[in-house]
């Protein structure tokens, strides 16, 4: 890979943390405000039954996930990923196609430029990870530094091809900054590895970028939301899922995930991922 600007054994140090405070700081508080966002959507404000509906039905897509990852964490994972590569390739695309239509094809090949950045731009650190908490031995899959470049390289090459292929047919607005948000992407996880690329990337670019659509959203309906005030009130949700989430690690164990912090922040991400996929559908579809 490219030589890093940090030493490998700073980055490997440090990035666990950098995760942690960029799903803490942002990632988490981001979709802790999904209630406020459905009831501006649907109306679900107006009675105890729309609060109802809303509740129960998010939170009865978390139980799923959970049991999910309980009973069958390769089926969790492999759910985890499939999301992600919609939910990623969605919030990435939208301020970059022309037409303002869906697009699944391109939410599709943008989220797995992302996630194959992640998985590979260092094997030996995200192997690991899925191995530990999918309980199965990935072990004998871990590429060596030459082996993960040519397919980093190879993902990198598809997903530019496809972009050209977008801009020659004027689908893409702003192409200059859409390329240049791709050179950043893959220097990004070229030079920072998988955890400090993802920590960045899930703070400044999906985190970030879906905080400043749920300004615009509330713009255009005449309301006003600031960063002080979205913070006020992610707050409830944001300390609900910090507390689930000690839970789970408190309970290390008995579930057999000692030293395993990492592993189950992912695990909530995937939980509370789901249900605000289609908050976030939703809030795009307004736009058009």
Same mark, same amino acid.
């Given at each position: 890979?490219?030589?890093?600007?940090?030493?490998?054994?700073?980055?490997?140090?440090?990035?666990?943390?950098?995760?942690?405070?960029? *799903?803490?700081?942002? &990632?988490?508080?981001? &979709?802790? %405000?999904?209630?406020?966002?459905?009831?501006?959507?649907?109306?679900?404000? /107006?009675?105890?039954?729309?609060?109802?509906?809303?509740?129960?039905?998010?939170?009865?897509?978390?139980?799923? #996930?959970?049991?999910?990852?309980?009973?069958?964490?390769?089926?969790?994972?492999?759910?985890?990923?499939?999301?992600? *590569?919609?939910?990623?390739?969605?919030?990435?695309?939208?301020?970059?196609?022309?037409?303002?239509?869906?697009?699944?094809?391109?939410?599709?090949?943008?989220? $797995?430029?992302?996630?194959?950045?992640?998985?590979?731009?260092?094997?030996?650190?995200?192997?690991?990870?899925? @191995?530990?908490?999918?309980? =199965?031995? +990935?072990?004998? +899959?871990?590429? =060596?530094?030459?082996?993960?470049?040519?397919?980093?390289?190879?993902?990198?090459?598809?997903?530019?091809?496809?972009?050209?292929?977008?801009?020659?047919?004027?689908?893409?607005?702003?192409?200059?900054?859409?390329?240049?948000?791709?050179?950043?992407?893959? $220097?990004?996880?070229?030079?920072? &590895?998988?955890? =400090?690329?993802?920590?960045?990337?899930?703070?400044?670019?999906?985190?970030?970028?879906?905080?400043?659509?749920?300004?615009?959203?509330?713009?255009?309906?005449?309301?006003? +939301?600031?960063?002080?005030?979205?913070?006020?009130?992610?707050?409830?949700?944001?300390?609900?899922?910090?507390?689930?989430?000690?839970? $789970?690690?408190?309970?290390?164990?008995?579930?057999?995930?000692?030293? /395993?912090?990492? %592993?189950?922040?992912?695990? #909530?991400? @995937? *939980?509370? =991922?789901?249900?605000?996929?289609?908050? #976030?559908?939703?809030?795009?579809?307004?736009? *058009?």
């Amino acid at each position: 890979m490219i030589p890093a600007i940090i030493s490998p054994e700073i980055n490997r140090m440090i990035a666990p943390y950098l995760v942690l405070a960029s *799903v803490f700081l942002i &990632g988490i508080p981001h &979709g802790a %405000i999904d209630h406020i966002i459905s009831a501006e959507l649907f109306d679900t404000d /107006k009675s105890i039954k729309g609060h109802i509906y809303f509740y129960s039905t998010y939170l009865l897509i978390m139980l799923m #996930v959970g049991l999910l990852w309980v009973w069958a964490p390769i089926a969790g994972m492999m759910l985890f990923l499939l999301i992600s *590569v919609y939910h990623f390739g969605q919030a990435d695309m939208e301020d970059y196609l022309i037409s303002g239509k869906k697009n699944p094809p391109g939410y599709l090949i943008r989220g $797995l430029f992302i996630i194959g950045m992640i998985l590979f731009s260092d094997t030996s650190v995200s192997l690991p990870i899925i @191995s530990q908490a999918t309980g =199965t031995d +990935l072990a004998g +899959l871990a590429f =060596t530094p030459q082996s993960d470049w040519p397919l980093f390289s190879l993902i990198a090459i598809l997903y530019l091809i496809y972009s050209m292929f977008l801009t020659v047919n004027k689908e893409i607005r702003k192409p200059i900054n859409f390329f240049g948000d791709f050179i950043l992407i893959l $220097l990004l996880f070229a030079i920072c &590895g998988p955890l =400090t690329g993802f920590a960045i990337y899930f703070a400044v670019w999906h985190s970030a970028g879906h905080i400043y659509e749920m300004q615009q959203f509330f713009k255009r309906r005449k309301k006003k +939301l600031t960063i002080a005030n979205f913070y006020k009130l992610s707050l409830p949700f944001t300390f609900l899922s910090v507390f689930g989430l000690m839970i $789970l690690y408190a309970l290390n164990n008995v579930t057999a995930m000692e030293d /395993k912090l990492l %592993i189950l922040m992912f695990i #909530v991400i @995937s *939980v509370l =991922t789901l249900p605000h996929m289609f908050i #976030v559908d939703k809030l795009y579809s307004e736009r *058009v």
